[in-house]
Nanobody
Framework: QVQLVESGGGLVQAGGSLRLSCAAS????????MGWYRQAPGKQRELVAS???????NYADSVKGRFTISRDNAKNMVYLQMNSLEPEDTAVYYC???????????????WGQGTQVTVSS
């Protein structure tokens, strides 16, 4: 069974930094796009950043210049470095990936369980 597990969330003061990590585990043949989403209370889940297998990145306008997404294909991991954090960044952050399991022909989309990020003013 393939799963995603996030780590690195926590409480930080405004202006601080956090680094989120997400590890994909299981019998994986290939991982295509990977990304981070977030959901604040009372709001819809939104894309924060994504990275293709080849390394092309995409960011939400609200985090451009502050957040950096990266991945390690050898370790099946994706990271989100978050700098200059603002109270508006407070949310549950979810890892997401399109994964092709070994022995199958179809990739499917998987979510992690989420990790809380709280930024105090």
């Amino acid at each position: 069974q393939v799963q995603l597990v996030e780590s690195g969330g926590g409480l930080v003061q405004a202006g601080g930094s956090l680094r989120l990590s997400c590890a994909a585990s299981g019998t994986i043949f290939s991982i295509y796009d990977m990304g981070w989403y977030r959901q604040a209370p009372g709001k819809q889940r939104e894309l924060v950043a994504s990275v293709s297998k080849g390394g092309s990145t995409n960011y939400a306008d609200s985090v451009k210049g502050r957040f950096t997404i990266s991945r390690d294909n050898a370790k099946n991991m994706v990271y989100l470095q978050m700098n200059s954090l603002e109270p508006e960044d407070t949310a549950v952050y979810y890892c997401n990936a399109d994964i092709l399991p070994s022995g199958t022909y179809f990739a499917y989309n998987i979510w992690g369980q989420g990790t809380q990020v709280t930024v105090s003013s």
